[in-house]
């Protein structure tokens, strides 16, 4: 099937240029890896005049430990995170999470903050950016600014973004000692959306973050279940009094995927694995990265 | 309006006037008239349209033509100048497919992790090939082929 709404191709090559194009253009869409972008364009979800082409702006790209941040270019694809010893090193869950997107082909392709600026409540990207409380860094007409991620998401396909502004890249702090897990439901390994996905990530003193995708609105964090958690030992007694916080957390929906009783046995079965493994693996043991807990 | 891209299809130069609405897999079929890359789902589900683009496995229904602009395209019709690759011959002699239609994109899937991996796992064989839909086999035949053209490594075979 063509795109059948026609529109304007651009393609700047200075980040000036890109700019001017973006603010010229009313409801300009911009392009990096396209996974989403092009589907929508062929659904007719989108139909803007212009698409502009960022994959050849200079400063876009790279992975580097700066100080105590890792920063991560917005043309980073999942398969050039995966393959990052960096990444690997700084935010282990992040890879994790990247490594349950899609499949190779997709990832060759697809951007970690393409995956966040599309906001489709069930990225992967967005549950493992909040437990890591990255930051986006936005280009606009007015200058650079921050946006922290546990901003960004503002309901289903809407961030943060403002107009004419541009995601240049996540600066993540590095937690120095941390265990981390990201757990995705789905159907089957290669290509499916989350029906769940959980992020934990554990810190020495018995302290949580857990953030939670495609159980509501938009990807977050669950602020009174890390409250609840935090100085307690993971036994039964505490796992007992996750069930009621996690229903007050999450608003999951049935949809062809799953249904919503389904979604909410799993949000807590998989909390419970992947609290598990994140404890396990801040003490060096666990499974590996990369190793599904469900 | 149009654009003039020149873009590198299995070594051959190109120079093609394409919209921005085709996609790359309809320029490479309707265009340049490669037609392994199949049309399936047309919105990255299926793995069928797989092609190698600077090298890596992507969706050809993902991108645009117009983007492929000084970009270097191999469909399964570039990768066996010699004839078959021993995993292809691998994959004739224990029937991994039937109908054959995700066969192009199953052996470029595999091609790439081959190329990275020599020796893989079984496990990594599925990971590679876990975004090829293929509704005959089961599978089972197609990894068992990947991972004997690895044991017995590209150049056993002529």
């Known amino acids: 099937m063509t795109i059948a709404h026609d529109f304007a191709y651009l393609h700047p090559v200075t980040m000036p240029d890109a700019l001017a194009m973006l603010s010229g253009h009313e409801g300009a869409m911009l392009l990096a890896g396209g996974t989403d972008l092009v589907p929508w364009l062929r659904d007719d979800a989108i139909t803007p005049e212009v698409v502009i082409d960022i994959k050849d702006v200079p400063g876009l ?22 393959a990052s010893t960096a990444a690997h090193r700084a935010v282990p869950m992040l890879v994790e999470a ?13 951007t970690l903050v393409g995956n966040v600026c599309s906001a489709v409540p069930s990225c992967d990207a967005g549950p493992a950016l909040l437990a ?4 986006m860094d936005v280009i606009g ?11 960004w998401f503002l309901g289903p396909r809407r961030q943060a973004l403002g107009k004419g502004e541009i995601v240049t890249s996540v600066s993540i702090p590095i937690l120095e000692r941390h265990g981390a897990c990201y757990v995705k439901l789905s159907r089957y390994r290669g290509e499916d959306l989350a029906q769940v996905g959980v992020a934990v990530v554990a810190l020495p003193g018995r302290q949580y973050r857990v953030a939670y995708g495609a159980v509501g609105p938009v990807p977050f964090r669950a602020p009174a279940i890390e409250a609840y958690l935090a100085g307690k030992d ?18 999951p929906i049935d949809d062809v995927r799953a249904s919503k009783e389904y979604r909410t046995h799993m949000s807590r079965v998989m909390l419970e694995r992947g609290l598990a493994a994140a404890a396990a693996r801040l003490e060096g043991g666990g499974p590996p990265y990369g190793e599904s807990v469900i | 309006m149009k654009h003039t891209i020149e873009m590198k299809v299995n070594g051959e ?32 589900d299926c793995g069928s349209c797989t092609i190698l683009y600077d090298g890596k496995t992507i ?25 078959l ?35 893989p796992t079984a496990g990594q064989v599925q990971e590679a090939i876990s975004g090829n839909l293929c509704r005959c086999t089961g599978y089972d035949s197609i990894v068992d082929a990947v991972l004997e053209a690895a044991r017995i490594g590209p150049r056993a075979v002529s």
């Open chain 2, 85 to 119: 690759t021993t995993l292809q011959e691998k994959m004739v002699e224990m029937s991994s497919f039937q109908c054959g239609f995700c066969a192009p994109g199953v052996v470029l899937s595999a091609h790439e992790l081959l190329q990275h991996e020599p020796h």
């Open chain 1, 61 to 82: 790209t790279g992975i580097e430990i700066d100080g105590g941040t890792l920063r991560i270019g917005a043309l980073t694809t999942f398969s050039d995170l995966i």
């Open chain 1, 234 to 251: 993971l036994d039964a007694e505490t796992l007992a009094g996750l069930p009621t916080l996690i229903g007050a957390a999450i608003s």
């Open chain 1, 141 to 151: 007409p007015a200058g650079v600014r921050s946006i922290p991620i546990l901003d």
């Open chain 2, 59 to 83: 969706r050809a229904c993902l991108a645009l033509g117009v983007e492929a602009d000084g970009h270097e395209v191999t469909t399964l019709e570039g990768i066996g100048h010699d004839g």
């Open chain 2, 13 to 44: 130069a190109w120079v093609i006037d394409v919209s921005p609405a085709e996609s790359l897999l309809e320029v490479l079929r309707e265009k340049v008239g490669v037609k392994s890359p199949k049309i399936g789902c047309e919105r990255g």
């Open chain 1, 98 to 110: 990247a490594h349950t997107v899609a499949s190779v082909g997709v990832r060759n392709r697809a």
């Open chain 1, 132 to 135: 890591y409380e990255a930051v």
